[in-house]
């Protein structure tokens, strides 16, 4: 089954808004992680949310988990240039022998304009 | 700050060939992985492995892939037989020894493979 589907697929500011994603997933999950691509490169990891928490800041991110909803959202506040990339929620979810593995989105990719 | 790091950057091969795509985990880091993404697509989770074994492995991971840690910095991925279909960006990952809650797992910053 499909986890972390984030929407909306494409986002378009302008320097200075607030940007928010969001994550949904479909199995009970043991932590929410965000993560960011610039094109072409490595995944830089964000932040991760454990299953018992609801909220987490991390400099201009805010993480949010309702695990009632099955659903996450990433806002990044007061958003520059340099955040335009692509954002991938990941989840780690609960199963039998599990190695870790997480499930990745399909990413929202975030275009900030000058 | 320590980092996973990967080599090579971009592999060129040809199909039915063998590729070893090399990883440096972060050092003190216990459980390594192995993750690919086709060109265009999600993230795909291919194999973990911990205390020298396969903890995990995804439906990707046939006889053509192998992983080995062959020493206490390295670890690799093998495809025995490259396919034209294995082109994609490969992505190693680690994460400590915090278990399953805190599995925050850092990645590589990836080998582009190309199979022609």
């Known amino acids: 089954s499909q986890q972390g589907e984030e929407d909306p697929q494409a986002l378009s500011i302008q320097e200075g808004e607030n940007a928010t994603m969001n994550c949904s997933y479909k199995?009970?999950?043991?932590?929410l992680q965000w993560y960011r691509q610039n094109s072409g490169r490595g995944l830089v990891h964000l932040i991760l949310?454990?299953?018992?928490?609801r909220e987490k800041h991390s400099g201009r991110l805010r993480v949010t988990l309702d695990t009632s909803k099955k659903s996450s959202s990433l806002l990044i506040t007061a958003s520059r240039a340099a955040d335009t990339a692509s954002y991938f929620c990941?989840?780690?979810?609960?199963?039998?022998?599990?190695?870790?593995?997480?499930?990745f989105g399909k990413g929202t990719s975030l275009l900030v304009t000058p | 700050e320590p980092e996973v790091t990967q080599t090579p950057s971009h592999q060129v091969t040809q199909m039915g060939q063998e590729v070893i795509l090399r990883c440096v985990p972060i050092s003190n880091h216990l459980y390594f992985y192995w993750y690919r993404q086709i060109l265009g697509q999600k993230v795909e989770f291919l194999v973990s492995?911990?205390?020298?074994?396969?903890?995990?492995k995804s439906e990707i991971f046939d006889d053509q892939f192998s992983v080995e840690r062959p020493d206490g910095s390295n670890f690799t991925l093998k495809i025995r037989s490259t396919k034209l279909e294995d082109s994609a960006m490969y992505f190693c990952?680690?994460?400590?020894?915090?278990?399953?809650?805190?599995?925050?797992?850092?990645f590589g910053p990836g080998t582009r493979l190309t199979v022609l």
């Open positions: 990941a989840t780690d979810a609960v199963r039998p022998n599990s190695g870790y593995a997480l499930n």
């Open positions: 949310i454990r299953s018992n928490e």
């Open positions: 492995f911990y205390n020298n074994e396969i903890s995990e």
């Open positions: 199995t009970s999950i043991n932590n």
């Open positions: 990952a680690s994460s400590d020894v915090g278990g399953r809650v805190y599995n925050e797992q850092f």
